[in-house]
C-alpha cells in the first residue's frame, strides 16, 4: 500500500514563505501528474497546482506569481513552494499523485496570520 506523507506545513505570518513537500512511501509508477489541493474551514477542495508526467505546470489564479510546484522524479515527491503567503492560503494543504490509481495524502495544515 502506497502512502503520500506531506510536511512543512506551519504556522507564518502574512507575507512569509513556507515550502511543503510530499513524499510517496514506495515507488509509483506510470504517474500522469502530482497536485496540491487545498481546502478551507467551509470551503470545498480546490486545486492549486498540478504538474504533469511532462513537466508542464497549471496554477490556480489566486496562486499565479506566488506558487511553485516542481517534482524529484527519482524520490517520488512533489513540493510546493509558497510565497507571499496571505491570511486566504489558510488550509489543510493535501498533495494527489494520479498514476494507476489515485492517490492522496493526509494532509498538512498551513496557517497564515495577518
Known amino acids: 500500500q502506497v502512502q503520500l506523507v506531506e510536511s512543512g506545513g506551519s504556522l507564518v505570518q502574512a507575507g512569509g514563505s513556507l515550502r511543503l513537500s510530499c513524499a510517496a512511501s514506495k515507488s509509483i509508477f506510470s504517474i500522469t501528474s502530482m497536485a496540491w489541493y487545498r481546502q478551507a474551514p467551509g470551503k470545498q477542495r480546490e486545486l492549486v497546482a498540478v504538474?504533469?508526467?511532462?513537466?508542464?505546470?497549471n496554477y490556480a489564479d489566486s496562486v499565479k506569481d506566488r506558487f511553485t510546484i516542481s517534482r524529484d522524479s527519482a524520490k517520488n515527491t512533489v513540493y510546493l513552494q509558497m510565497n507571499s503567503l496571505k491570511p486566504e492560503d489558510t488550509a489543510v494543504y493535501y498533495c494527489?499523485?494520479?498514476?494507476?490509481?489515485?492517490?492522496w495524502g493526509q494532509g498538512t495544515q498551513v496557517t497564515v496570520s495577518s
Open positions: 504538474i504533469g508526467s511532462g513537466g508542464g505546470t
Open positions: 494527489r499523485v494520479a498514476a494507476t490509481l489515485v492517490y
